[in-house]
């Protein structure tokens, strides 16, 4: 070997070590930053990974699978991803029109003419929530009823506006989409996913819940609010949710790494064309002026961003359903993919989302504060209970005992235990709220402050009885 060659072998390895030891570094800021998330007012429990131009750069799981029996959440975790549902059942309509047994242009009316309106709305109208259909249907989430069922729920009800000529999400519309997926291809939707979407992809670990006690195994337990024996609310497993019959609107549980699968199948153009990759991306236009820079196209929200000082596109979707959380961002300006799945509503995502970039752009971020300790509650705070007026709510904020422990109750909600940082300073445990009471020397208490999110809200005074 010559001298020139072993200059640039040598270099060569120099500069492997250089990028190897910054992505490493990149890495550990991620893992650092959601360790503090972890740790906030908004305690992160779910699973992450994050990939920059197709090459996974960091994956991690925190918090818990089972909050009652202290089982952690893995990598591997499964999650209900509500919403993000939606993106299957949007790439399913797509692949039926790339094979032309669908048109954009379809009218619903050839499958469900029984729905007010339905000889005006059409597949592109349903695509981008252009259809004027309610948000829901008039079941709740926890009925085991078809999804058909939901859908007829609303067939007399008028048009929210004229289909096209607004914008408004429905998931109504995606259950629609749902019977036409099946009635086209004359597969069950889970059927027709399995075969046309998660094997072309490789994904193994999603699917869905057929019905309530089947058992999923890997599956992360939601989080969610939930009342004791006292009647307070409290950290506790989330309720049942009849997932099978929200269909192509909310059905699917996945993993990390298969949602990562899909957006990589996806964006590479193993699923659909790329040319219907691009389309998927478009901002298409409502008749009325819009106002938001948020676009509903096929199967992403594409926030036009444009207007900042360093400009770009973001696409996005995000679900939530009963405990859990899930968010698959694409920056496609600088390559970067996100998949955050959580199981509690309490998790942060967006935020967490846009720190994850700056991290890999090398631009400033955020790491949230950690929330303050707890200290035991001593006989002398309680000159803090009592009721304090919030006129501008239009209600009365009640901070009493019970089981021993301090509560706060207000909006007619149920109580909400609160746990002490110093004499003067009470946080809660479901929401990022601070309450700090005056210091005083009288025997109770006269004015509290509100912070939500760090953020001042109102100073209260003790109600005069």
Not at 70 to 87: A, E, H, M, R, W
Not at 182 to 190: D, L, P, R, T
Not at 399 to 412: A, V
Not at 438 to 459: G, I, M, Y
Request: aromatic fraction near 12%; glycine fraction near 6%.
């Amino acid at each position: 070997m010559n001298n020139t060659l072993k200059i640039q072998v040598a270099l060569l390895s120099m500069l492997c070590l250089f990028f190897g030891a910054k992505a490493q570094l990149k890495s550990q800021k991620i893992h650092e930053l959601v360790e503090a998330n972890v740790n906030s007012l908004k305690p992160f429990s779910g699973s992450i990974l994050v990939a920059q131009n197709d090459e996974v750069v960091y994956k991690g799981a925190f918090g818990f699978a089972d909050i009652e029996k202290g089982i952690k959440n893995k990598v591997d975790s499964k999650y209900f991803i509500g919403s993000l549902t939606k993106q299957f059942t949007t790439v399913a309509v797509l692949q039926l029109i790339e094979n032309n047994q669908l048109s954009f242009d379809d009218k619903i009316s050839q499958w469900l003419p029984e729905i007010n309106g339905s000889h005006k709305i059409s597949i592109h109208h349903l695509l981008t929530h252009q259809s004027g259909l309610p948000r829901d249907s008039k079941q709740d989430y926890d009925e085991d009823v078809p999804y058909l069922e939901r859908v007829l729920s609303v067939k007399q009800d008028t048009l929210l506006f004229e289909p096209g000529d607004q914008e408004r999400y429905s998931s109504v519309g995606f259950y629609v989409l749902t019977y036409i997926i099946e009635e086209v291809s004359g597969k069950k939707y889970e059927e027709y996913f399995n075969e046309h979407i998660f094997k072309p992809a490789g994904m193994k670990n999603t699917g869905v819940r057929k019905k309530r006690g089947d058992i999923i195994e890997g599956l992360s337990k939601g989080i969610d609010r939930s009342p004791d024996e006292f009647g307070v609310d409290r950290l506790a497993h989330a309720q049942y949710f009849s997932s099978y019959s929200l269909a192509g609107g909310g059905a699917l549980y996945s993993t990390v790494e298969d949602m990562f699968k899909f957006s990589s199948a996806l964006e590479n153009g193993k699923l659909v064309s790329k040319e219907m990759v691009w389309k998927m991306k478009l901002k298409w236009p409502t008749k009325t002026e819009r106002k938001s820079r948020l676009y509903h196209s096929f199967g992403w929200e594409v926030w036009d961003l444009t207007h900042w000082d360093d400009p770009l596109t973001m696409f996005d979707y995000a679900g939530r359903i009963y405990g859990y959380k899930a968010m698959h961002r694409y920056y496609e300006k600088d390559g970067i993919v996100i998949i955050v799945l959580c199981n509690s509503d309490y998790s942060e995502r967006s935020n967490l989302g846009w720190a994850i970039r700056n991290i890999l752009l090398d631009k400033a971020y955020e790491i949230p504060k950690p929330a303050s300790p707890k200290i035991p509650f001593v006989e002398s705070m309680k000159k803090h209970l009592g009721t304090y007026d919030f006129p501008s709510e239009e209600t009365t904020v009640e901070i009493k005992l019970i089981n021993g422990r301090m509560t706060l109750t207000s909006h007619g909600d149920k109580p909400m235990y609160l746990y002490p940082a110093n004499f003067n300073t009470f946080y809660s445990d479901l929401i990022p709220l601070k309450i700090t009471f005056e210091p005083t020397a009288k025997d109770s208490t006269q004015r509290l402050e509100f912070n939500h999110n760090n953020e001042f809200v109102k100073t209260i005074e003790r109600k005069k009885n």
